[in-house]
């Protein structure tokens, strides 16, 4: 039994349902909230009501954005016949530190996966393969993780890509160890996956 009132617990439930914060840490973020007074805990409610209800998949790309949109797609200074397939809005966020990549984007939102039951229509395969029928695209990068699911998922890329896109196809370069992701690996090496990515 909690000595916490039942709406501070709330807080912490909530707050360690979230990847990487456990339950100790939870309960010190929440403390914390509460002694920095109504402004932070306040600010914080506001950003957390309005991301929910403002931000959704930009209509081209599904990364994150608030228009139809974001900002990346909408960037006249990209390349648009770069295509940079992705797993998450995070990988997004890595690449883009690296300042070495100026193409487009498109975001899976996951990885098929049997074991899950994450099937092709539960990711953004679809669309994908609609942007390469459109014929714009000359390179496609794949940059999806060195998971085994990672693998399984541009390989079927490729297989439903076939006859559909006639551009080249390169991969990140090696660089990556087996099993990372990309946000959770430092800027140097995303940057050299990046610049001496290779043909697949």
């Known amino acids: 039994m909690t000595s916490l009132p039942p709406a501070v617990t709330a807080v912490i439930d909530a707050l360690s349902a979230l990847p990487g914060i ?25 950003a957390l009501q309005d991301m929910t209800t403002q931000v959704h998949e930009c209509q081209r790309c599904h990364h994150l954005c608030e228009g139809t949109l974001c900002s990346l797609c909408s960037d006249p200074g990209r390349d648009q016949h ?3 397939v992705v797993e998450s809005p995070l990988d ?6 690296t300042h070495s990549y100026r193409g487009g984007y498109h975001v899976l939102h996951g990885t098929l996966s049997p074991l899950r039951k994450v ?17 714009e695209i000359t390179e ?14 541009a390989l079927y890329l490729l297989q439903e890509a ?4 006639t551009g080249s196809v390169t991969r990140l370069s090696r660089g990556i160890p087996s099993g990372m992701q990309l946000d959770s690996l430092d800027v140097g090496t995303v940057t050299r996956a990046m610049t001496e990515r290779r043909s697949w």
């Open 22 to 46: 456990g339950q100790r840490s939870a309960e010190r973020l929440t403390l914390r909230l509460l002694q920095t007074g109504d402004s932070l805990a306040l600010t914080l409610s506001q």
């Open 82 to 84: 770069q295509l940079c």
């Open 92 to 97: 997004v966020l890595a690449l883009e530190r």
């Open 119 to 135: 099937s092709p229509q539960d990711i953004r395969l679809a669309s994908l393969l609609e942007r390469l029928r459109e014929g």
């Open 140 to 153: 496609l990068i794949l940059a999806t993780g060195a998971s085994t699911e990672s693998e399984a998922t």
């Open 162 to 165: 076939e006859g559909i896109y």
